[in-house]
């Protein structure tokens, strides 16, 4: 089973809102990531979770605040949003085995309003 | 230059023909390589990990070049559902992220 869950599916928010994206794997996956796909482009990331800690952080505005709840939770929490972060967040995870394959979730499609 | 550069096509081939599509990496420190496809409005979907020695499933056949760092996919008897846009992906090693190639539109005509 290579299933990766995300919700909600579709969201739309205004720039004062506060919302949390959330993604759970029940593969036993130790990394854990999220990524953000604007249009016509291709997936960019933005946070690695490697055991349940931050490992990386792409230089990621303030206002996305990555949280790794246990190993199979990932959590984006989102405030103040501009409507330019509007895109698909697509969250990933892999084994830390070679060669690290990464299954995606579905995604979730944010409207900022 | 860019970190993975793909042609974006779009391809437009007949059903039934082999189309093949090629990509470079500029880091020579990169550790994985895989193919995913994704379809309009859906998540990457992986295709398949690619080798040194050639990993072949099914009608799909990947090969990695590392003197060149080179990565190549081939699709034989190509069908229709087979239309979507095929990501090149490199991982530098370990936990790291992916880095995506823009993607190369295949669009296979009946």
């Known amino acids: 089973d290579t299933e990766v869950t995300q919700t909600p599916k579709h969201l739309v928010m205004g720039m004062t809102n506060k919302k949390s994206l959330k993604c759970e794997q029940h593969m036993g996956h130790r990394a854990m990531y999220w990524y953000k796909q604007k249009a016509k482009k291709p997936p960019e990331l933005m946070f690695v979770?490697?055991?349940?800690?931050?490992?990386i952080n792409e230089s990621v505005p303030s206002r996305f605040s990555p949280e790794c709840p246990n190993s199979s939770l990932l959590n984006l929490h989102l405030h103040a949003l501009q409507p330019e972060d509007s895109a698909l967040y697509l969250c990933a995870s892999s084994h830390h085995s070679v060669p690290h394959e990464q299954y995606f979730g579905p995604g979730t499609r944010l409207t900022v309003t | 230059r860019k970190e993975v550069e793909q042609d974006p096509g779009p391809f437009n081939v007949p059903e039934g023909a082999t189309v093949a599509f090629n990509c470079t990496y500029s880091n020579s420190a990169s550790q994985s390589f895989f193919w995913y496809r994704q379809d309009c409005r859906k998540e990457p979907k992986l295709l398949m990990s690619v080798y040194s020695s050639g990993n072949e499933d099914g009608r799909f056949t990947a090969q990695l070049n590392r003197a060149s760092q080179y990565i190549s996919l081939l699709i034989r008897d190509s069908k229709l559902s087979d239309s979507a846009t095929y990501l090149c992906?490199?991982?530098?090693?370990?936990?790291?992220?992916?880095?995506f190639g823009k993607g190369t539109h295949l669009i296979i005509q009946p």
């Open positions: 979770y490697s055991y349940e800690k931050l490992s």
């Open positions: 992906v490199v991982r530098k090693g370990g936990a790291d992220g992916l880095t």
